[in-house]
């Protein structure tokens, strides 16, 4: 069983930065997704940025141009660079590991709080 390990969430003032990291615990072989989503209090899981092991990124709108999303294939690592934080990116930000055709799989990490400060 893969478990995605997040780190780097925190508390920051509005404008400021911050990294998350996730690492698979298993190598995992084969194309696939990994990427970020967050759900906020009495909101919707959404997608924040996700990319596919080919390199190509998708981001919300909401936080096009302030974060970047990278990855590390070889260690099935995925990054999170935020920017110009705003207290509208107050979440809880989780990691997903996603492959759609078969060998089929979807995994999640625990979460990390990450809470901005106007």
């Known amino acids: 069983q893969v478990q995605l390990v997040e780190s780097g969430g925190g508390s920051v003032q509005a404008g400021g930065s911050l990294r998350l990291s996730c690492a698979a615990s298993l190598r995992i072989f084969g194309t696939n997704t990994m990427g970020w989503y967050r759900q906020a209090p009495r909101k919707q899981r959404e997608l924040v940025a996700l990319?596919?092991?080919?390199?190509?990124?998708t981001y919300a709108d909401s936080v096009k141009g302030r974060f970047t999303i990278t990855r590390d294939n070889a260690r099935n690592t995925v990054f999170l660079e935020m920017n110009n934080l705003k207290p509208e990116d107050t979440a809880v930000y989780y990691c997903n590991l996603k492959r759609d055709t078969n060998p089929r799989y979807d995994y999640w990490g625990q979460g990390t709080q990450v809470t901005v400060s106007s």
């Open positions: 990319m596919g092991t080919g390199g190509i990124r």
